[in-house]
């Protein structure tokens, strides 16, 4: 059975700093595997925030460039998240996701393209 597991979120205020983890179980080692967070903030849809690929390179939303940095195990079986300077619009429910299969860059963000799902960890940002 897979497995997801977020932990970390929290209520902090802006300018501070968050450090997610999304623990997997149930899953082989697998070269197409990539791996993400996304988030979804009330009344809005689901986006992807980061993406990790199986041999390590990363990709990041222009909004959270340069405060977010995305990171995985050798293993595949932790995926973190360091949010940094974070902002009220950061707020939202954070969401761990793998995928089995390859996919285009473009393809990579889209949630539908994704296999398995963490419950969430909710991350407040406040003034």
């Known amino acids: 059975q897979v497995n997801l597991v977020e932990s970390g979120g929290g209520s902090v205020q802006a300018g501070g700093s968050l450090r997610l983890s999304c623990t997997v179980s149930?899953?082989?080692?697998?070269?197409?595997?990539?791996m993400a967070w996304f988030r979804q903030a009330p009344g809005k849809e689901r986006e992807a925030v980061g993406i990790?690929?199986?041999?390590?390179?990363?990709y990041v939303i222009d909004a959270v460039k340069g405060r977010f940095f995305i990171s995985k195990d050798r293993a595949q079986t932790t995926l973190w998240l360091q949010m940094n300077n974070l902002k009220p619009e950061d707020t939202g429910l954070y969401f761990c996701a793998v995928a089995l299969r390859g996919a285009t860059p473009a393809q990579a963000l889209d949630p539908d393209r994704y296999n398995y799902w963490g419950l969430g960890t909710q991350v407040t940002v406040s003034l």
């Open positions: 990790i690929f199986f041999g390590g390179d990363t």
């Open positions: 149930g899953l082989p080692i697998g070269r197409d595997r990539r």
